[in-house]
């Protein structure tokens, strides 16, 4: 069961540049998420998803664009690359649900470098 | 505002020296707290979800408790292998934003 893959591992952008993180799920989970992590700072949410059509901000979403054609695939887009974008990316995914606490489950991450 | 705050930022242990982690948060509701392990250069992984005041769960030397403010992560007789950087994460009510800490970075020295 291959859970959240995300690729790529590693990238290094130019300034300005733009690329797609890819992420799939095999779960069937309906939520996806984006996350950046980065030292001190913890895990903050980029983008989100419940479902096919449907996103939201999270708390850090200028420079990044999603979109959700399918509940399997959920890609991160990074419009015009800047080196405060340089981070670790996860994607992550549950079952979704407003009324319940689903856990959720993690790729393990795309490193990204802009310089 | 939702917050998590965990404590200590770092921990060296002896191999077999109990200890415990600290999570505090502020939610409006609670519908979930959630830990994870993290190596470096890996994704969290998984480990314990609580959802209730009281509620405690095991898994090895690890158990988590919960109560209406803060979540204890407690290693019992800690290996080297323990070593890892350990997250706490809550889910508000009316909400899909799962909010994390910064993580603890545990090292067990043998």
Redesign the interface.
């Known amino acids: 069961n291959a859970g ?1 893959t995300q690729t790529p591992k590693f990238q290094v952008l130019k300034t300005g540049q733009s690329m797609t993180l890819q992420c799939a799920q095999d779960m069937n989970h309906e ?1 996806m ?1 984006w ?1 950046r992590q980065d030292p ?6 980029i983008h ?1 998803s ?1 479902g096919a059509g449907i996103t ?1 901000q ?2 850090v979403p200028n420079g990044y664009n999603v979109s959700r054609s399918t509940t399997e695939d959920f890609p991160l887009r990074l419009l015009s690359a800047a080196p405060s974008q340089t981070s670790v990316y ?1 994607c ?1 995914s549950s079952q ?1 649900g ?12 795309s490193w990204l470098t802009v310089v | 505002e939702d917050q998590v705050t965990q404590s200590p930022e770092a921990l060296r242990l002896q191999e077999g020296e109990s200890s415990s982690l600290n999570c505090s948060y502020t939610v409006s509701g ?5 830990w ?1 392990r993290q190596d470096p ?6 480990l314990f ?1 609580l ?1 209730s005041a009281g509620e405690e769960k095991e898994k090895e030397r690890l158990k988590a408790t919960l109560t209406k403010k803060e979540s204890f992560l407690h290693i019992t007789a800690p290996k080297p292998e323990d070593s890892a950087t350990y ?1 706490c ?1 809550v ?1 508000d ?6 909010i ?4 603890t970075r545990l090292k067990v020295l043998a």
């Open positions: 959240v939520y998420s996350y001190g700072m913890g895990l903050r949410l989100y419940v939201d999270g708390e996860f992550a979704t407003l009324s319940s606490g689903n856990t959720i489950y993690f790729g393990e991450g | 609670l519908r979930g707290l959630f994870y250069g890996k994704g969290p992984e998984f979800t959802y997250l994460a889910r009510s009316g909400t899909y934003k799962y994390f800490g910064t993580g």
